[in-house]
């Protein structure tokens, strides 16, 4: 078993508060409505988004790994505008990582704009090399996506304030 992290950083010119709206307050409706190539649709089985709310993401076949992930939301930092949440079921548990949790942080830059921090801790599965490669393309699909919520909302500016 292999203990594990993966951290990248992005920077935006997108305020902090914006992005945490966008990303963590209504993620559930703004992500399958603008990236249906990727996202199928987000459902809340249990909750409303806070601590202890459990989500379904279920993705479309662009996604080869997996066709879903139930994620359990484990901490909501309006303050800081920090997001943890844990994959519970699906995913990749059980088949490469016994456990995931994940940690989103919006932080403001001074002059303007942000810089959004990821990281995950996992515990990869007994034999499970950690593939450098796949670490590679995870953070390009992330920063992808990423990027073209930023577009939208930098192209509709009133959203999300």
Known sequence: MVVGSISHDI???????????????????????HLPEVFASITFLQGEGGVGSIKQINFTPAN???????????????????YRFSHVEGGLIGKKVSS?????????????????????HFDSLPGVPQEE???????EM????FKKVEAYLIANPNLYC
Do not use: M, Q
């Open 133 to 139: 490669e796949k670490v590679k393309e995870i953070r």
């Open 142 to 145: 992330i920063t992808a996506l």
């Open 100 to 120: 995931a949790t994940y940690e989103y942080k919006y932080t403001p830059k001074a002059g303007g704009g942000s810089i959004c921090s990821s990281a995950v």
């Open 64 to 82: 080869k790994d997996f066709s879903y992930v139930k994620e359990k939301v484990e901490e909501v930092d309006e303050e800081k505008l920090v």
């Open 11 to 33: 920077e935006s010119p997108v305020e902090a508060k914006r992005l945490w709206n966008a990303f963590v307050k209504d993620g559930h409706n703004l992500l399958p409505k």
